[in-house]
């Protein structure tokens, strides 16, 4: 099943769980999990595994990928106050960002990781402000993939469209 929306790449996933360092111990949270690749990326780390989606066929999908993480159906602003804190949040859906934030905040453990992976220039740019507003901004990058294809007895590369991670630590 295809979910609409704009699935992490296999490279984000692993420059993502490269940047979040999650440990045995920590708790993890994706918002806007999708299809639970994220989820079941940090799985390899930890089993405290917990997502968000406001979409049914994604809770549906990363519960069948990843039957002992706790995936929970609704807006993040709507679910977070109810889940444990965490240490370490991947934001792959940033629908609701501005109510769902500052609850975010207060469930996140000192020394938190956090990082949002975007589709579009424009909220990169606020989510970074708004990293940077409550102090916890690390960085923002930009990743471009390119993959092979065929073409003419050679290989050609098609670009694929770029992703902006912006970063923050708690």
């Known amino acids: 099943m ?3 929306g704009t699935a992490t790449q ?7 769980i490269g940047k979040l360092d999650i440990q045995p111990s920590h708790t993890f949270l994706d918002i806007g999990c ?4 994220i989820s079941l990326a940090a799985s390899r780390y930890t089993d405290k595994i917990y997502g968000i ?39 792959g859906g940033t ?7 500052p ?5 996140s453990k000192s020394g938190s990781i956090i990082v949002a992976n975007l589709a579009r220039i424009g909220i990169a740019a606020h989510v970074a402000e708004m990293m940077k507003d409550v102090g916890i901004f690390q960085e923002l ?6 993959r092979g294809y ?6 050609a590369l098609k670009p694929a469209n770029p992703i902006f991670m912006v970063i923050g630590k708690c």
């Open 10 to 16: 296999e490279e984000n996933i692993y420059i993502a």
């Open 2 to 4: 295809k979910l609409p």
């Open 150 to 155: 065929a073409l003419a007895g050679d290989i």
């Open 103 to 107: 609850m975010l905040l207060k469930k």
């Open 34 to 37: 999708g299809s639970g690749a």
């Open 141 to 146: 990058i930009q990743i471009n993939i390119a």
């Open 53 to 91: 989606d406001r979409r049914e066929e994604a809770v549906l999908m990363s519960r069948s990928r990843l039957p002992m993480g706790r995936f929970l159906l609704g807006e993040a602003a709507d679910v977070i106050s109810g889940l444990p804190d965490v240490d370490r949040c991947f934001i």
């Open 95 to 101: 629908r609701g960002i501005d109510e769902f934030w």
